[in-house]
């Protein structure tokens, strides 16, 4: 089912990858430039709400990620096709993005910045889930093998009741279910409205 990466993942992985070693590697400092910020805060650039979501903060963030892109990405992109597979991508991305910044609007949190795929990834692990519920996995630190129609839910709750905890500062657990939330209201109005979705 994995098979071969495909053509859209391929690029994502290089573009993520070499933006990874100009922000990190060769001027750490740049991440601040290319973090997302709310839209009050001084540091805040128009370009931030796409470029936020190339960039990764660490050698782990960016290998979980990148990891979860090929294993969830490409099986999507071979079923949608690229165009398809792109816009979901994006459009979890930005649906993190948005939920992230509105929580950050409510509870006042104006300074910190946003990085990583997180939040497209959630979007692709939904998918997945919704597309292939029986296939098994796993967790790094928990080796029992979960089919995925549960093994996703469980991910997604734990980051709910993380973000509500206020636990594990620096990470940011809505946008993490915030992709989620808008990958799945996507897959719902595709399943409507789209006579050439696969995914029924």
């Given at each position: 089912?994995?098979?071969?990466m495909?053509?859209?993942?391929?690029?994502?992985?290089?573009?993520?990858?070499?933006?990874?070693v100009?922000t990190?590697?060769?001027?750490?400092?740049?991440?601040?430039?290319?973090?997302?910020?709310?839209?009050?805060?001084?540091?805040?650039?128009?370009?931030?709400i796409?470029s936020?979501?190339?960039?990764?903060?660490?050698?782990?963030?960016?290998?979980?990620?990148?990891?979860?892109?090929?294993?969830?990405g490409?099986?999507?992109?071979?079923?949608?096709?690229?165009?398809?597979f792109?816009?979901?991508?994006?459009f979890?991305a930005?649906?993190?993005?948005?939920?992230?910044?509105?929580?950050n609007h409510?509870?006042g949190?104006?300074g910190?910045?946003?990085?990583?795929?997180?939040?497209?990834?959630?979007?692709l692990?939904?998918?997945?889930?919704?597309?292939?519920?029986?296939?098994?996995?796993?967790?790094?630190?928990?080796?029992?093998p979960?089919?995925?129609?549960?093994?996703?839910?469980?991910?997604?709750?734990?980051?709910?009741?993380?973000?509500?905890?206020?636990?594990?500062?620096?990470?940011?657990?809505?946008?993490?279910?915030?992709?989620?939330?808008?990958?799945?209201i996507?897959?719902?109005?595709?399943?409507?409205?789209?006579?050439?979705?696969?995914d029924r």
């Amino acid at each position: 089912m994995l098979g071969r990466m495909t053509d859209v993942v391929k690029n994502l992985l290089i573009i993520n990858i070499l933006i990874f070693v100009a922000t990190f590697f060769i001027n750490k400092d740049w991440m601040n430039l290319v973090a997302l910020y709310h839209p009050y805060s001084d540091n805040f650039q128009p370009y931030q709400i796409i470029s936020h979501f190339f960039a990764h903060g660490s050698v782990g963030h960016i290998f979980f990620n990148m990891f979860g892109l090929v294993m969830f990405g490409s099986p999507l992109e071979a079923r949608w096709g690229p165009k398809r597979f792109l816009f979901y991508y994006i459009f979890c991305a930005l649906g993190a993005a948005l939920v992230q910044t509105a929580i950050n609007h409510y509870s006042g949190d104006f300074g910190g910045g946003m990085l990583g795929a997180s939040g497209a990834i959630y979007g692709l692990l939904i998918a997945f889930a919704m597309k292939f519920p029986n296939v098994e996995l796993m967790l790094i630190f928990l080796p029992i093998p979960i089919k995925a129609k549960y093994f996703v839910p469980i991910i997604i709750a734990i980051d709910l009741a993380l973000g509500f905890s206020n636990f594990g500062t620096g990470i940011a657990h809505f946008a993490h279910v915030g992709g989620a939330l808008f990958g799945l209201i996507l897959i719902l109005f595709w399943r409507q409205t789209s006579p050439d979705y696969r995914d029924r």
